[in-house]
């Protein structure tokens, strides 16, 4: 049975797209976007009554034909996961009718301002100045549609069409009528409580009180130390840190994870304790790289941030800006380099400010490297280069491929991480392959035996033995496909950083043993 909805269509129609109307004339004026905002939700409550869910969302997908009556063609394909079109949990395989609403706050917020969700800092969290611009009474629906927990969105579309019916009107919300009469009726109770207790107060006249806690003291702080890690060899062993793990590196001096609100150092042998760095920051990061005992941190709004694990504390580098994720870091010769809105950007102790290394590179790099020899490389959209004497030289060229991860082996070639597999090279780019054609590889680590592990975004871990690649991944028992940093150190331990999950280390040796055999390899205990 065919479409019978206004608003949709399974094949493509006439008229401009939203992201083509907002690219040529700015956002729309508020009561436009409303409209638009409730004809979308009717569109996905009449979906969700046939059974069907609208992955294509989004701004591309949405065309404005007569009257500038929006339409969303089903057959668009799907967007772009990086820029923060996809919730995570429809990024991980566990779609639900929820996952299309944040798709539906994430187009409303493109339509009034022009952000990409990524910008907003979605879909990780919903960051403090991401509704800037957007008209205050829109401000509550928009955040309960574009909340990272699919579980504190609106229930159903018919909900957030309610929502937005009422924005259209001019009249309260639910939510907002909800919340007058609870502050009606908490007013009528404070204000009894307060007879009582004058009341209670001249009872009890001038007897002194039981010491009581300080409103709003902090909560006990996870421990600065963290005992020894020692998996058996069935499985993965969780290790304490903040879920959202972004990175992690292998180093002489150790191992360095580093999540959105802390880091952590784990030095070799892996029997020793770890140590918590720079926890519970204000502002999440999003980036790190060590050098030496010294880290250094580049956040989701182009902070920087500096520790060490003895003293004096390092030189903290300036912020890059305001806004905007710093994508990549990297330390040579003395200098930090950070991938940063397109371009690589430099700089030393002491300078006021950093300085734009990208010379004539285009706007488009996501990864810096150093490499042993101390070479300086870029890699991002069409390509790999590498800094010169007399600038900027193309090691590899690639067109419509991204690379979003450098890092070199023990024999000197390049890894390149790209949205369509792994890349290996000579150090002058001659000699290139691709494995693991169709995923987003984004990190690697070198195992016993010349063994690789390749992680990836949405896909999980996988292991290279001899030329032979196996999975392991959520399948397996890994509790999550989205890999953002894998490490071995020195005692043979697997260390695997996960995205809105955690960290767990394993056994390198049984890790590579279950992948090849095709057995799970479970968190231990669970």
């Known amino acids: ?125 919903l960051l403090a100045d991401a509704l800037d611009g957007v008209p205050p009474e829109l401000r509550p629906t928009l955040r309960r549609l574009l909340d990272p927990r699919w579980d504190s969105r609106p229930e159903t579309p018919l909900e957030a069409a309610a929502e937005l019916d009422c924005l259209v009107r001019g009249v309260p919300t639910p939510l907002l009528a909800r919340r007058r009469l609870a502050a009606a009726l908490l007013g009528l109770m404070l204000l009894s409580l307060g007879v009582g207790a004058a009341a209670w107060r001249a009872f009890r006249g001038a007897r002194s009180a ?59 042998p892996a029997a020793g304790p770890a140590r918590r760095l720079l926890e519970r920051a204000r502002d999440a990061y999003a980036s790190g790289v060590a050098d030496g005992d010294a880290v250094f941190l580049g956040g989701w709004k182009g902070q920087m941030t500096a520790g060490r694990l ?20 990297a330390f040579a010769g003395g200098a930090l380099y950070a991938a940063w809105r397109g371009r690589l950007w430099s700089w030393r102790e002491g300078e006021p400010s950093w300085s734009d290394a990208s010379g004539s590179l285009p706007r488009a790099l996501r990864s810096a490297l150093a490499t042993r020899d101390g070479a300086v490389l870029a890699g991002g959209r069409g390509g790999i280069w590498r800094r010169g004497a007399n600038g900027w030289d193309v090691v590899w060229s690639g067109a419509g491929d991204e690379v979003v991860a450098l890092a070199e082996d023990r024999r000197g070639r390049l890894l390149a991480g790209t949205r369509d597999g792994l890349l290996t090279l000579a150090p002058d780019g001659a000699g290139f392959r691709r494995e ?91």
């Open 310 to 329: 003895g003293s004096p504390p390092p030189a903290l580098p300036p912020a890059l800006g305001s806004d905007g994720k710093v994508e990549s870091l």
């Open 1 to 125: 049975m065919g479409l019978d909805h206004p608003n949709l269509s399974e094949d493509a129609v006439a008229g401009a797209t939203l992201r083509q109307r907002v690219r040529d004339g700015g956002g729309l004026p508020a009561p436009q976007a409303l409209r638009l905002g409730l004809d979308l939700a009717r569109a996905l409550s009449y979906l969700h009554a046939r059974g069907q869910l609208a992955p294509g969302l989004s701004p591309d997908a949405v065309r404005l034909g007569s009257g500038d009556r929006p339409v969303l063609v089903l057959d668009a394909p799907e967007p772009d996961a990086d820029a923060g079109w996809v919730p995570f949990e429809r990024s991980s395989g566990r779609a639900r009718p929820a996952s299309d609403l944040y798709q539906l706050g994430a187009v409303l917020l493109f339509a009034l301002t022009g952000k990409e969700p990524r910008a907003a800092g979605l879909p990780i969290e």
């Open 210 to 268: 039981a010491p009581v806690p300080k409103a709003g003291a902090p909560r006990k702080a996870p421990p600065a130390l963290l005992g020894p890690i020692n998996p058996g060899d069935n499985g993965w062993t969780v290790v304490p840190v903040y879920p959202d793990v972004v990175g992690v590196q292998g180093s002489p001096q150790g191992v360095w994870v580093f999540s959105k609100y802390e880091v952590l150092h784990h030095p070799e």
């Open 436 to 526: 693991l054609r169709g995923l987003t590889v984004n990190s690697f680590a070198e195992g016993p035996a010349g063994r690789l592990w390749a992680g990836t975004w949405k896909a999980g871990l996988f292991v290279r033995d001899g030329a032979r690649w196996s999975p392991l991944g959520l399948g397996s028992g890994l509790p999550s496909d989205q890999v953002t940093g894998v490490a071995v150190d020195e005692s043979g331990l697997l260390w695997v950083g996960l995205y809105g999950w955690g960290l767990v280390v394993g056994r390198e040796s049984a890790a590579a043993a279950a992948a090849l055999e095709g057995r799970p390899f479970p968190v231990e205990g669970r």
